[in-house]
């Protein structure tokens, strides 16, 4: 399981999103995946973001070698407070059923059930430097950290009196 976060260094209330991704050989099938440990990120506000339910694998080349690799957990992170804080790591449990071959051909010839091997997988512990907030803020300052764009497009430039004019904010 790699975990990439967006950023390993953000100010304190800034978002940080942080994707899952499991890797796995082509002729590998899982079955019954659940998580093992309930997954923390303390000192972090965090919010669960949608990934697919029914993913199909991406197939990707990592180091010369041929994966497949499916999103298995999004999050968005918010540090709560300035210091070195951690994520810890994602860990799941499936069942892996091996390409046929790689365990003894008779015994798979008679049950589908016995080819499945219980695996267990984590990912590492991500290391996020969360920053304080200057000291120097805006007394109209809300906690609202970040970038922000705004545009704003018209549907047309010229009009005559009393037309009206669609904004896109």
């Known amino acids: 399981i790699r975990a990439t976060p967006s950023a390993r260094s953000a100010y304190q209330g800034e978002q940080v999103i942080i994707e899952y991704q499991l890797f796995f050989r082509e002729g590998i099938q899982l079955r019954q995946s659940r998580l093992t440990d309930s997954w923390d990120a303390e000192g972090f506000w965090r919010e669960e973001l949608d990934v697919e339910t029914r993913p199909i694998p991406r197939i990707v080349i990592e180091n010369g070698l041929r994966y497949n690799t499916i999103v298995l957990k999004r999050a968005a992170v918010f540090p709560t407070r300035a210091g070195e ?85």
């Open 85 to 169: 804080m951690s994520v810890d790591p994602l860990k799941i449990e499936s069942e892996a059923l091996l390409p046929f071959g790689s365990r003894d051909p008779f015994q798979s010839m008679f049950s589908l059930r016995n080819r499945f091997s219980q695996v267990q997988l984590a990912s590492p512990r991500i290391s996020i430097d969360a920053r304080p907030l200057p000291a120097d803020a805006p007394p109209n300052f809300d906690g609202a950290v970040g970038k922000y764009a705004m545009t704003v497009t018209a549907d047309r430039t010229n009009l005559n009196v009393g037309e009206s004019i669609q904004l896109s904010i």
